[in-house]
C-alpha cells in the first residue's frame, strides 16, 4: 500500500462545500482509477484514468464530480457542492498496465457535516 | 453481467482452525480474479490473483484460492488462522478486456482466541 499515496487521509467539509482528494500513483504507474466504498458495501467503480485522459467514467455521477490526472502531478477526484451522501471513503489504485493488478493507497475519508 | 457474489457477509473462525471463505463470479470471458483483504482504516492489499495456468494459486500470508471453472468459484482458504488475519476480504473479477476491477462486497473475518 505504501507505494499509492493519497490525501489528506481525512476530508471534514460542510454541506455546499468543495472537495479535493489527492492521488499519487505508484512510481512508473500511468493507470490510475478511483473507487468509493460505503459502509457494508465493497468498492465502486468510480474512474479511470491515464496520463490526461479520462478513459472510463461510467462510474462517475453525471454531476458534481470531476476527476483528472495531469502530465505531471497527482490526480485529483474533485466533488463540488457536497451533500451528506458523499460520506464515504475514496480510494485510488495504480496499474502499470491495465491487465495488471492494482495496488491501492489508504483512502481519503471523507465527512460532510 | 459481469458480478461478484460473496455469500458470506460475516464469517467467525477460531485461531488456529482452517478457513474458507467463498466466491462466485459471472463474467463473459476468461477472467482475471483477485483476492484483496482490507485492515481497518487501510486500504485494499492484494493477497493474490489468477490470471491462467495452475488453478491453484499461492499467496501472501499463507493464503490460496483455486479457480473452479465449472462452479465459476475462486474460493480463499488458509489452513490455520492467526488472529492478525481478522480484517475484511475482498474478492474482484476482471478481464484483460476491462478496464475495470468488479468487486464483491466483502466478507469479515473475525478471529476467536
Known amino acids: 500500500n505504501a507505494g499509492v499515496m493519497q490525501n489528506p487521509r481525512h476530508l471534514v467539509r460542510r454541506r455546499g462545500q468543495e472537495a479535493r482528494l489527492r492521488c499519487s500513483p505508484m512510481?512508473?504507474?500511468?493507470?490510475v482509477y478511483w473507487y468509493r466504498q460505503l459502509p457494508e458495501e465493497g468498492l465502486k467503480f468510480m474512474v479511470y484514468?491515464?496520463?490526461?485522459?479520462?478513459?472510463?467514467e461510467s462510474g462517475m455521477p453525471k454531476e458534481r464530480f470531476s476527476a483528472e490526472f495531469p502530465k505531471e502531478g497527482p490526480s485529483i477526484l474533485r466533488i463540488q457542492q457536497v451533500v451528506r451522501g458523499d460520506s464515504a471513503a475514496y480510494f485510488c489504485?495504480?496499474?502499470?498496465?491495465?491487465?495488471?493488478?492494482?495496488?491501492f493507497g489508504d483512502g481519503t475519508r471523507l465527512s460532510i457535516l | 453481467a459481469q458480478s461478484v457474489t460473496q455469500p458470506d457477509i460475516h464469517i467467525t473462525v477460531s485461531e488456529g482452525a482452517s478457513l474458507e471463505l467463498r466466491c462466485n463470479y459471472s463474467?463473459?470471458?476468461?477472467?482475471?480474479l483477485f483476492w484483496y483483504v482490507q485492515s481497518p482504516g487501510q486500504g485494499l492489499q492484494l493477497l493474490l490473483k489468477?490470471?491462467?495456468?495452475?488453478?491453484l494459486v499461492q499467496g501472501i500470508k499463507g493464503f490460496e484460492a483455486e479457480f473452479k471453472r465449472s462452479q465459476s468459484s475462486f474460493n480463499l482458504r488458509k489452513p490455520s488462522v492467526h488472529w492478525s488475519d481478522a480484517a475484511e476480504y475482498f474478492c474482484?473479477?476482471?478481464?484483460?478486456?476491462?478496464?475495470?476491477?468488479?468487486f464483491g462486497k466483502g466478507t469479515r473475518l473475525h478471529i476467536l482466541p
Open positions: 489504485a495504480s496499474a502499470d498496465r491495465m491487465d495488471q493488478p492494482q495496488h
Open positions: 512510481k512508473g504507474h500511468s493507470h
Open positions: 484514468l491515464q496520463k490526461e485522459n479520462i478513459i472510463d
Open positions: 463474467y463473459g470471458a476468461t477472467p482475471y
Open positions: 489468477y490470471f491462467s495456468g495452475d488453478t
Open positions: 474482484a473479477v476482471g478481464g484483460n478486456r476491462d478496464d475495470k476491477i468488479i
